[in-house]
Nanobody
Framework: QVQLVESGGGLVQAGGSLRLSCAAS????????MGWFRQAPGKEREFVAA????????YYTDSVKGRFTISRDNAKNSVYLQMSSLKPEDSAVYYC??????????????????WGQGTQVTVSS
């Protein structure tokens, strides 16, 4: 298991920006595919973005394309989610996830082995 700790959530006005960070334990971070998911109250957890082991291949759900950017720094065992042009519907708890096999850019929860505790993002209108 990989330990994941998210940070950077908070309250922001619509149109604003936030940068989420996720720090991972372990010595083989560069072999993991990393993803971000979110869960709004009363809704199922949904995929937001994923990034390949090298960072060369990002993958986004349609609703965040052009507004969110996923990136990683393997030297720092960290993955980031830069969120811009935020909308009230982006409000949710955001979770970082790791696919230890590193085989695919999954968008399903079961593609990932380890999860962080989540960080709250609230976008006010």
């Amino acid at each position: 298991q990989v330990q994941l700790v998210e940070s950077g959530g908070g309250l922001v006005q619509a149109g604003g920006s936030l940068r989420l960070s996720c720090a991972a334990s372990g010595r083989t971070f560069s072999s993991y595919v990393m993803g971000w998911f979110r869960q709004a109250p009363g809704k199922e957890r949904e995929f937001v973005a994923a990034i390949s082991r090298s960072g060369a291949l990002p993958y986004y759900t349609d609703s965040v394309k052009g507004r969110f950017t996923i990136s990683r720094d393997n030297a720092k065992n960290s993955v980031y989610l830069q969120m811009s042009s935020l909308k009230p519907e982006d409000s949710a708890v955001y979770y970082c996830a790791a696919d230890i096999s590193g085989l695919r850019l999954g968008r399903r929860e079961y593609d990932y082995d380890s999860w962080g505790q989540g960080t709250q993002v609230t976008v006010s209108s």
